[in-house]
């Protein structure tokens, strides 16, 4: 008889292997999450095969291939877990090979051409009798497995299926479908941690600090760091007003040449307007002035860089990393490499000079890529085990294929399918920026200066 204490039965399921992958970049609490699902699986009688790197070596199969233990995968047995998930780092490591890369609309899963490589990790997975793949990553994973399960929808009614869940991560958090990403608050708490250290430095000197943090295309970091580090201002892409956008060519800066399409058009990228953005900066500036603060700490996302006016790009880079530069078909510029603070600390030390008639400090900084593998907070770390134990729940227990595993409230699992999270019309998984106005994004504008319209 099941009592509150009654462990977990072994389920009826015709799995006894499976494969388990981390694709893109590191997330803290990224152990919690392997490890919890392999416990559970392994001792379940189900094993798992931790895939090393990603995608790499099922991408690199060949037909009549052996993927070696230790060099392709390291078997992930319970008895051999203990203490690692609360470990910093991917102990099956990671890497950013994609094979769904080549499908971009629905009519390609009838390309064999491009679905070669979808096929080619089908093909690996089965050599290895794999049952089922569970991925971590990003909204591109998330987007790869769901290529994975349409490809497998092709194939002849009598061939195996590899049955797919996907675990979502990134501590960017700008995730459709889940409310915050494990890693998410660790990253958070060292950045808040930073920011609190810097404003502590401007106040003793009377300066002021203009920071860059991660964030592509949401700014859930900067505003959570905002938040938790009490910055005078938090700024995202989601903050750029309508009336700031413009648009101007595409250059490439090695070359000087305007790039075009397939059709010879000029390719148009989209800009926002920089002075506007200083002026807001400042307006802060002098409103913590007339407070009696002559110092304080702006927090701005790293995405913003992707729509900088070119010129601008090339007062915030050496001359020689200008002309490395690289824009992609899209016009887009890789926003780590775009080193922006110090440029608008400039020009916001312009600004305030010409209201005020004073001089002003203004350090830019870039805040790095290390939180990435920062030691997990006790949340993250049960966050993360939720979704690896999601893993195993809805694949043996439940028999499911074609979702993510999710939480909502506290902690409770739920498995929204594919089909909610992707566009299947352009094969993309749905963005999720902050939202301006919601609550999480008034809570900044609350606890930072107030500026008078």
Not at 175 to 189: H, K, L, N, P, R
Not at 244 to 256: K, N, Q
Not at 324 to 347: A, E, M, T, W
Not at 433 to 449: C, K, N, S, V, W
């Amino acid at each position: 008889m099941a009592t509150p204490l009654t462990s977990p039965q072994r389920p009826d399921t015709d799995l006894r292997r499976v494969a388990i992958l981390f694709s893109g970049g590191p997330a803290p609490a990224a152990n919690a999450v392997i490890v919890s699902a392999a416990m559970c699986f392994s001792r379940a009688g189900i094993e798992v095969l931790g895939m090393k790197n990603g995608y790499t070596h099922l991408m690199g199969y060949k037909p009549g291939d052996v993927l070696e233990e230790g060099q392709a995968y390291i078997l992930l047995d319970h008895k051999e877990l203990e203490g690692k998930r609360t470990a910093q780092g991917i102990m099956i490591g990671t890497a950013r090979a994609n094979p769904g890369k080549p499908l971009k609309t629905p009519e390609d899963l009838n390309d064999p051409e491009k679905t070669g490589q979808l096929k080619t990790v089908y093909d690996a997975l089965r050599s290895l009798g794999v049952g089922a793949l569970i991925s971590i990553g990003g909204d591109d994973t998330l987007t790869t497995a769901a290529k994975f399960k349409l490809f497998q929808d092709t194939l002849p009614g009598d061939q195996p299926r590899v049955r797919v869940v996907h675990l979502p991560k990134t501590i960017d958090n700008d995730y459709q479908g889940i409310d915050f990403t494990f890693g998410y608050f660790t990253a958070v708490e060292m950045l808040a941690k930073q920011t609190r250290n810097l404003l502590a430095d401007s106040q003793a000197a009377g300066a002021w600090f203009i920071c860059q943090l991660m964030g592509r295309a949401a700014a859930w970091l900067t505003y959570g760091a905002a938040i938790g580090g009490e910055a005078s201002l938090a700024i995202g892409l989601e903050d750029i007003d309508e009336s700031w956008w413009g648009v101007e060519p595409t250059v490439d800066p090695s070359t000087g040449e305007t790039v075009k399409d397939d059709y010879g058009k000029a390719v148009m990228r989209k800009i926002f307007d920089v002075e506007k953005l200083v002026k807001r900066i400042a307006d802060t500036v002098v409103a913590r002035e007339a407070e009696g603060k002559s110092y304080g700490v702006v927090v701005m996302a790293e995405g913003l860089a992707e729509f900088l006016p070119l010129d601008e790009i090339h007062k915030c880079l050496s001359e020689d990393e200008y002309l490395n530069l690289k824009p992609d078909s899209f016009g887009h510029f890789p926003v780590s490499q775009l080193k922006y603070s110090s440029r608008i600390g400039r020009l916001v030390a312009a600004e305030y000079k010409r209201r005020t008639g004073k001089d002003k400090k203004f350090n830019g900084l870039q805040f790095g890529y290390e939180v990435r593998c920062n030691t997990p907070t006790a949340f993250d770390v049960m966050l993360g085990s939720q979704l690896g134990a999601g893993a195993y729940r809805a694949l043996a227990e439940k028999g499911m294929d074609g979702v993510m595993v999710s939480v909502s409230g506290q902690l409770g699992l739920v498995f929204p399918p594919f089909e909610q999270l992707i566009n299947y019309e352009r094969l993309r998984a749905h963005p999720r920026p902050i939202r301006p106005g919601e609550d999480f994004h008034q809570l900044a504008r609350y606890m930072e200066t107030w500026v008078a319209e």
